[in-house]
């Protein structure tokens, strides 16, 4: 059974098994990818909570 992945950069499929730069389809993806977090093209969400509910949340424990 082939395994076949969609690569997060190009969106090309390719077969897991003849990739070694998973989860993207080669070493060129891979690096875009890579340039992109540098660049803060890409980031992770911030929360910011209260500082009342975090006090709150430590009385708690």
Known sequence: MVNSLRC?????WF???SARTIP????????????????????????DFDEDETDRNRDSD
């Open 15 to 17: 077969e897991q098994e």
């Open 8 to 12: 997060p950069t190009c969106n090309e």
């Open 24 to 47: 993207f389809c080669s070493e060129r993806c891979r690096v875009i990818d890579l340039g992109r977090w540098l660049n803060e093209e890409y980031s992770l969400p911030h929360i």
